[in-house]
Nanobody, 124 residues
Framework: QVQLVESGGGSVQAGGSLSLSCAAS????????MGWFRQAPGKEREGVAG???????RYEESVEGRFTISKDSAKNTLYLQMNSLKPEDTAMYYC??????????????????WGQGTQVTVSS
């Protein structure tokens, strides 16, 4: 079992930045794929950024170049740095962990463990 707790959400104006963190506990000695997802009201949860156990990353097209996913394995913490935020980035953001897939993935069904989410609101 892996427990995930997100933090760092909040409200910001368009063009601003926010940094999200996800603290993992439990069976963190295992190699894991990890990712960030988001869900806006009335929309499906979508993958934003993924990082494989070997550190390779993948991004959803709309955030490429603005968001950066990273991890600190010693601290069992996943990060998402979000720059140049837009109103359409407004959503609940979730941290996820799953088996060590060969490639970083943005597919929901390839993740097993989920955090409770942290709200990000971007005003115009």
């Amino acid at each position: 079992q892996v427990q995930l707790v997100e933090s760092g959400g909040g409200s910001v104006q368009a063009g601003g930045s926010l940094s999200l963190s996800c603290a993992a506990s439990g069976d963190t000695h295992r190699r894991l794929s990890m990712g960030w997802f988001r869900q806006a009201p009335g929309k499906e949860r979508e993958g934003v950024a993924g990082i494989a156990s070997d550190g390779r990353t993948r991004y959803e097209e709309s955030v490429e170049g603005r968001f950066t996913i990273s991890k600190d394995s010693a601290k069992n913490t996943l990060y998402l740095q979000m720059n140049s935020l837009k109103p359409e980035d407004t959503a609940m953001y979730y941290c996820a962990a799953g088996p060590p897939w060969a490639m970083p993935t943005l597919r929901r069904y390839e993740y097993t463990y989920w955090g409770q989410g942290t709200q990000v609101t971007v005003s115009s």
